[in-house]
């Protein structure tokens, strides 16, 4: 099993300031050792609201109907902001953020590493999730076990992204964001309070997607008062494997253990 993501996550209980030092310290040569590997561990899938106008979306690619397919789900801290608390940065958005499905959600239910809740409340949690600016990041599967609600000031994958030159190239996502200039004033809402990878930059006086940043979270689209940015697909767009045992096999593949 890989550390991150994998074994980190169950220390949420036990996790001290010296693991937090640890982690803090190892986070560049995770963000090193994710470039080297063509298949992630974690994806983007876009929030609610920004494929609600957009034909045809795959069942993997919508976070709702992800959630709303599982049987047995949980939630739990986000263990980033628990690591980033003890290094002294209290972030502000939600805590308890983590989500877990089916085998995975019986374990940390039964080891107290999170609690079980209803489909409602999942829903309720991914509308928290949008609302504050939270990037809907599943595991790299079809069929998946978790789904991590991340923000770029406490997310380790996140953190690691914005250190590539091309984080669009590392992130496993089907879409990304478009800005019509006709309609947008510059006000930078989508760059200043939503945007968590830097990827909106003004040019003139409108806004500008780096397409080589833009990592297809829809986060932008949300609060854009003048509805002037769209979600629009990858030229090659990005089918995930089938399940976690699929993963795992094409990541052993991709460092020529299997």
């Known amino acids: 099993n890989s550390f991150v993501v994998g074994i980190y996550e169950f220390h949420l209980k036990s996790l001290?300031?010296?693991?937090?030092?640890?982690?803090r310290e190892y986070e560049p040569y995770l963000s090193e050792q994710w470039g080297k590997v063509k298949t992630k561990q974690m994806r983007v899938v876009p929030v609610g609201a920004a494929i609600e106008d957009i034909p045809d979306v795959a069942t993997y690619d919508d976070i709702r109907t992800i959630a709303m397919r599982q049987d047995n789900i949980a939630v739990a801290d986000c263990i980033c902001r628990?690591?980033?608390?003890?290094?002294?940065?209290?972030?502000?958005?939600?805590?308890?953020?983590?989500?877990?499905?089916?085998?995975?959600?019986?374990?940390?239910?039964?080891?107290?590493?999170?609690?079980?809740?209803?489909?409602?409340?999942?829903?309720?949690?991914?509308?928290?999730?949008?609302?504050?600016?939270?990037v809907a990041s599943p595991g790299n599967a079809q069929d998946i076990i978790h789904v991590c609600l991340c923000c770029g000031c406490c997310c380790?994958?996140?953190r690691g992204l914005r250190r590539f030159e091309r984080p669009a190239d590392h992130a496993g996502s089907t879409f990304q964001a478009r800005i019509d200039e006709g309609l947008c004033t510059g006000c930078a809402t989508c760059a200043d309070e939503r945007c968590q990878i830097e990827a909106i930059v003004e040019d003139g006086e409108v806004m500008r997607?780096?397409?080589?940043?833009?990592?297809?979270?829809?986060?932008?689209?949300?609060?854009?008062?003048?509805?002037?940015?769209?979600?629009?697909?990858?030229?090659?767009?990005?089918?995930?494997?089938?399940?976690?045992?699929?993963?795992?096999?094409?990541?052993?593949?991709?460092?020529?253990?299997?």
């Open 82 to 134: 628990v690591e980033q608390g003890l290094h002294g940065h209290q972030c502000e958005r939600p805590l308890e953020t983590c989500l877990v499905f089916g085998m995975g959600a019986q374990y940390y239910i039964e080891n107290g590493l999170g609690r079980p809740i209803s489909k409602q409340e999942c829903m309720e949690i991914l509308d928290r999730a949008e609302e504050t600016a939270l």
């Open 16 to 23: 001290d300031a010296e693991m937090a030092d640890f982690i």
């Open 156 to 158: 380790g994958v996140l």
């Open 209 to 258: 997607v780096d397409t080589a940043r833009c990592i297809g979270c829809g986060l932008c689209i949300s609060t854009c008062p003048e509805e002037a940015i769209s979600l629009v697909p990858k030229a090659e767009p990005y089918v995930p494997p089938a399940n976690v045992v699929e993963m795992g096999v094409r990541i052993l593949q991709d460092r020529g253990l299997a």
